[in-house]
């Protein structure tokens, strides 16, 4: 079980708020946890994409550093980590197939670090994807390709989607292979447009 | 952090690039990859009557680190018989290369990579003595 009780280091009152004392306002130093806590989400894959924005721009509104210019060396160190924090967590939820490994690593303990893959279908298909980049020689192919790799990653976020749902996570984590090697493609087609 | 005169010879001239015939009962696949960074590797061996990899390829698409590390395996498997080559560890290619600590997988990429391929040949074999 869970800690729940936490005191406020200023008033001693328990806090169940990340950021801020319920009695006495003040910001509160930073505890352990995931971007989904962070942010008050269920650990769902789909999440409300504009409500997420909204509140980290009126979070990030309130706990910037900027605000604590004239608070206490702890208050501006907390604001500061909690500041960070906010802009971690809010990129790691916003894009969608980081948003799905750290979901599998919750629920799943799922880490895709230093793990060796022989999904010997999954690594023909991007073999030979990469194949197809290496010899891009036009901008028009080029473009083609892009499209062709932006398609992919979509259909892809969808059935993930539909395994988060189902709560097939060992299936979901497979689509979270293959989508991690179709964004590294896609990341690297910025490096080919440049050179065509 | 430099990296080593080693890996930058192997990244910047890669030893057997290159693919033979997967159909080839002579010559074994390895195919693995390491999502996390983006890597996929292929290495195949050919191997003769009695046991010896004659000549290996790879083709690697990913990092400098599992660039180097695969160059270097085909280098060292030639020559060596199947089981020998099977006993070639992670630790010694990330010993030569001098890998950094969080590129040691690169070169349990390329260990794996070789096992497969020696496996591969193995069934293959296996089966057309049956």
Known sequence: MKKNSISCWNCGNNVKNFFFCEHCKKIQKPIEHDPFQLFSLPYEFNIDIEKLEADFFNLQHKLHPDKFINANENEKLFSGIHSGNLNQSYHLLVDPISRAGILLKILINYDLKEKTVNDKILLFEIMELEEEKENLQQKKDALIFYKKIMGLIDDEIKTINNKFKEENYLEAAKIHTKLTYLKKIKNDFKKVEIEL | ?130
């Not at chain 2, 696949?29 to 000549?55: F, H, R, W, Y």
């Open chain 2, 1 to 130: 952090m430099a990296y080593s005169k080693e890996l930058v010879d192997h990244y910047e001239r890669p030893r057997n690039v290159g693919s033979m015939d997967k159909s080839s009962p002579e010559v074994g696949t390895g195919l693995v990859g390491a999502p996390a960074c983006g890597d996929v590797m292929k290495l195949q061996i050919k191997v003769n009557n009695s046991g010896v990899i004659e000549d290996a390829k790879f083709k690697t698409f990913g990092c400098g680190s599992a660039i180097a590390s695969s160059s270097l395996i085909t280098e060292w498997v030639k020559g060596k018989k199947i089981d020998e080559a099977s006993q070639i560890k992670n630790t010694e290619i990330a010993k030569h290369l001098a890998l950094p600590p969080v590129k040691i997988h690169c070169s349990i990429l390329a260990e794996d990579a070789i096992k497969a391929a020696i496996k591969d040949y193995k069934t293959k074999n296996r089966k057309n003595s049956t």
